[in-house]
């Protein structure tokens, strides 16, 4: 399992100025598609492209990040990424080390962090990179 994508989308399809909040059916769909424009990742995900969503448990935005799992699985279940099947794990942020078994486990090939996470971007880059 190699993730070499690690897609930060939270912060900035959450909440767009003056727009409002963009539905987590159209988050989910539009990360779907931008992953299919990823052209290891059939290589690097194997038959399915697992999606692993990161989320802050009980923070403010947990459930709005859980909505838009939520909407990833239900949107998967009849859109394919680069011609394979998805899949989504939900991972609650316990620390780097607790997001590298996740990532490990769930078989990751691309990662959602939401905008509760923000501040743990080095943590999760760190994660992503030794998940691997």
Do not use: C
């Not at 009849?78 to 078989?107: E, I, N």
């Amino acid at each position: 399992m190699h993730l070499l994508a690690t897609v930060l989308l939270g912060a900035t399809l959450s909440s767009t100025p003056s727009q409002g909040v963009l539905p987590a059916r159209n988050q989910a769909l539009l990360l779907l598609r931008v992953l299919s424009y990823d052209r290891n990742l059939k290589a690097r995900a194997g038959s399915a492209v697992t999606v692993v969503v990161a989320y802050r448990e009980g923070g403010p935005r947990s459930e709005e990040e859980q909505g838009i799992a939520a909407a990833l699985q239900e949107t998967a279940r009849t859109f394919t990424v680069a011609g394979l099947r998805a899949r989504v794990v939900t991972v609650p942020w316990r620390g780097a080390s607790a997001l590298v078994a996740g990532l490990k486990a769930a078989g990751a090939s691309a990662l959602y962090a939401g905008e509760s996470l923000a501040g743990e971007a080095a943590g999760i880059s760190a994660a992503a990179h030794l998940a691997r």
